[in-house]
Each structure stands twice: as structure tokens, then as C-alpha cells.
């Protein structure tokens, strides 16, 4: 079975310009969480979404939104691109559903996102 | 304020070793805690979920401990290889669906 598939792999932007990361989650999985990670930290929440609709929203300002599709893939928007947004964009997608805790999460290999 | 703490600097070990990691956790009340892998430029893997009604859990060379009142979780691979080398993080449930990581923790060892 597949995993967790994200697209690109790389992508390199200048500042201003804006940017959608894509995320198939594993089949079966309805929910699917973005995280932002820079060099030498962990990853940081910044959405989640069960059957699209947003259920968590982490500290990150209004540039950043997602949504997600009826077939549960997700895209992650990143308006008037800042330096500091420089990072690796992690999608993960796990079996949680509305009443449960989260569960382990199944990570996908990341997008790079340079902004020079 | 709520902080999730993690060995910055990296640990580096004999082979065969026991490793241990620490992830200490304030302001929080999880009630669950999990431990991923990630090798450079991957993303994380799941581990280890223990609950805090658990005070341990153990997977082949890996073992977990849980206590709510120190506010801290161990993370333990006995009989350590050089393949075990990567960085661990932990992780906990702050609110509802959100995830908060730890830093990591670098762990090397050497053949």
C-alpha cells in the first residue's frame, strides 16, 4: 500500500509570491495534519482537517490556509511568502475521527520550501 | 507557558549500549505521549504511544515510560546498533487535535 504521497519535493519561491503543497493521505485515512519544520526543531502543528473541515488551527498566521478534498487529499496555501517561511511543509494523515484522541500519525516524506 | 523539552544536544553511545532519551513536558496534562523517529531530510515515524494510565510500554529493543507526576517520559533502546542513529522526538496532544512536538533529540552510535 502506498503511504503518504506530497507534492513537490522541492520548490524554490522569492519573496511575495505564494505557494500550494499538495497531500494524498493513506487510503482509509479520513484526517490529515500539515506541520512546518525548520532545521534543528520539531515539527510544528499548523492544521488539521477530519472530513473537510478544520479541526486544529496552530499558531500561524492568516498566509497560511488548507483545505481538504472529498477524496481526503489535502493543499496547504502559503500567501505573500516570507523568508522565515523557509522550511520542510510535512503532511501526515492518521485514522482519528471526531470522537476519538489523535492517533499515531503516518508522516510523508515533505515538501522543501526555499524562499530566497 | 507550556514547553515541551527535549535534550538538545546530541547523545552519542557505544554499540550495544542502552540508550536513554528524556522529553520533559510542563503546563500540559496529555493524556498520551508518543515517540517518532526521523533520519535526515524523512519525515517522522511512529514509534511508540503510551498512555497515562501506563507507566510503561516495550516494543522489541524499545521501552517507554510514562509519569504524570514528574511530568516526564524515557525513551529506551537497549542493545543499541549504529542503524538505530536518527533523531527522536516526542510528542503530546496539548488540545483537542493538535499535536505538539518536541525538538528532538540526536542520537549516534558508533560501531
Known amino acids: 500500500d502506498a503511504g503518504v504521497t506530497q507534492s513537490p519535493t522541492h520548490l524554490i519561491k522569492t519573496r511575495g509570491q505564494h505557494v500550494t503543497l499538495r497531500c494524498s493521505p493513506i487510503?482509509?485515512?479520513?484526517?490529515v495534519s500539515w506541520y512546518q519544520q525548520v532545521l534543528g526543531q520539531g515539527p510544528q502543528f499548523i492544521f488539521q482537517?477530519?472530513?473537510?473541515?478544520?479541526?486544529g488551527r496552530g499558531n500561524f498566521p492568516d498566509r497560511f490556509s488548507a483545505r481538504q478534498f472529498p477524496n481526503y487529499s489535502s493543499e496547504l496555501n502559503v500567501n505573500a511568502l516570507l523568508l522565515g517561511d523557509s522550511a520542510l511543509y510535512l503532511c501526515?494523515?492518521?485514522?482519528?475521527?471526531?470522537?476519538?484522541?489523535?492517533?499515531?500519525?503516518?508522516f510523508g516524506p515533505g515538501t522543501r520550501l526555499t524562499v530566497l | 507557558s507550556q514547553k515541551i523539552e527535549q535534550n538538545s544536544e546530541a547523545l552519542n553511545i557505544q554499540e550495544g549500549k542502552t540508550a536513554t532519551l528524556t522529553c520533559n513536558y510542563t503546563n500540559y496534562s496529555p493524556a498520551y505521549l508518543q515517540w517518532y523517529r526521523q533520519d535526515p531530510g524523512r519525515g517522522p515515524v511512529f514509534l511508540l504511544l503510551?498512555?497515562?494510565?501506563?507507566k510503561e510500554k516495550r516494543k522489541e529493543r524499545l521501552k517507554v515510560t510514562f509519569d504524570t507526576t514528574l511530568k516526564q517520559s524515557l525513551f529506551h533502546i537497549t542493545a543499541s546498533q549504529p542503524a538505530d542513529s536518527a533523531t527522536y522526538l516526542c510528542a503530546l496532544e496539548d488540545s483537542s487535535y493538535k499535536l505538539i512536538f518536541g525538538s528532538g533529540t540526536r542520537l549516534l552510535v558508533r560501531p
Open positions: 501526515a494523515s492518521s485514522l482519528a475521527h471526531l470522537v476519538a484522541r489523535i492517533n499515531e500519525q503516518f
Open positions: 487510503s482509509g485515512h479520513k484526517s
Open positions: 482537517y477530519y472530513e473537510k473541515e478544520e479541526r
Open positions: 503510551i498512555r497515562e494510565n501506563e
